[in-house]
């Protein structure tokens, strides 16, 4: 079974500083993994994937992820953080032979002016 | 704007009802996605169909059923409800059904069940 787990409910960071919202994966075979993103009382909107080839994958809005296989994880990264990107934060992966996407439980990113 | 539009935003019904939401693709897009998302369960996948065949099943409640249309809108229909059944309830499209496709979401479909 696929699976994607972000340990943080919450992130708070200082506008400004840079920002890391966490997920880790298990899955058999390659991972197919994305990033979304969800402002209030919207839809989720992708930020990036990672599908093969470079490990530091940019993306929407300034923000990047990193893959790194021994860890099985795929952390959501920006150098410096604005209020604007206070949202619901998404990691999304597609196990070898599905396509339906299992979607971790979310963190909400809270940036402070 | 996603290009996927859903409808009613809001819905608000007593338990033991049955309603219809309503979901139109982007323009293009073949695959539908209905997803259910609240606090306690997360974004839970519930149903997928492709050029208006069912491809594949998740968690779905027997309660629930859907369909797409030879237009491509899908229809998600909820019935006998129960309070639990209150949720956000979202709609997302793509061209095809890979693992490299990202998905397009509509901006959800709140049902208060009372």
């Known amino acids: 079974a696929q699976s994607v787990a972000q340990p943080e409910d919450q992130v708070n960071v200082a506008e400004g500083n840079p920002l890391t919202v966490k997920c880790t994966y298990s899955?058999?075979?390659?991972?197919?993994l994305f990033w979304y993103v969800q402002y209030p009382n919207r839809g989720l909107q992708f930020l990036l994937k990672?599908?093969?080839?470079?490990?530091l994958v940019k993306g929407s809005y300034g923000f990047e992820a990193e893959f790194n296989k021994s860890q099985t994880s795929f952390h959501l990264k920006k150098p410096s953080a604005l209020v604007s990107d206070s949202a619901l934060y998404f990691c999304?992966?597609?196990?070898?032979?599905?396509?339906?996407?299992?979607f971790g439980r979310g963190t909400s990113l809270i940036v402070h002016p | 704007d996603s290009g996927v539009t859903q409808t009613p935003k809001h819905l608000i019904t007593a338990t033991g009802q049955r309603v219809t939401l309503r979901c139109s693709p982007r323009?293009?897009?073949?695959?539908v996605y209905w997803y259910q998302q609240s606090l306690d369960q997360g974004l839970q996948f519930l149903i997928q169909?492709?050029?208006?065949?069912?491809?594949a099943k998740g968690n779905i409640l027997e309660r629930f059923s859907a369909q797409q249309f030879p237009d491509l809108h899908s229809e998600l229909n909820l019935s006998s409800l129960e309070l639990g059944d209150s949720a956000l309830y979202f709609c997302?499209?793509?061209?095809?059904?890979?693992?490299?496709?990202?998905?397009?979401f509509g901006s959800g479909t709140q049902l208060s069940v009372l």
């Open positions: 997302a499209s793509s061209f095809g059904q890979s693992q490299n496709e990202k998905l397009f």
């Open positions: 899955v058999s075979g390659n991972p197919y």
């Open positions: 990672y599908i093969t080839g470079d490990n």
């Open positions: 999304a992966v597609f196990q070898g032979g599905s396509y339906i996407p299992t």
């Open positions: 323009s293009g897009d073949l695959s």
């Open positions: 169909y492709y050029n208006g065949e069912e491809r």
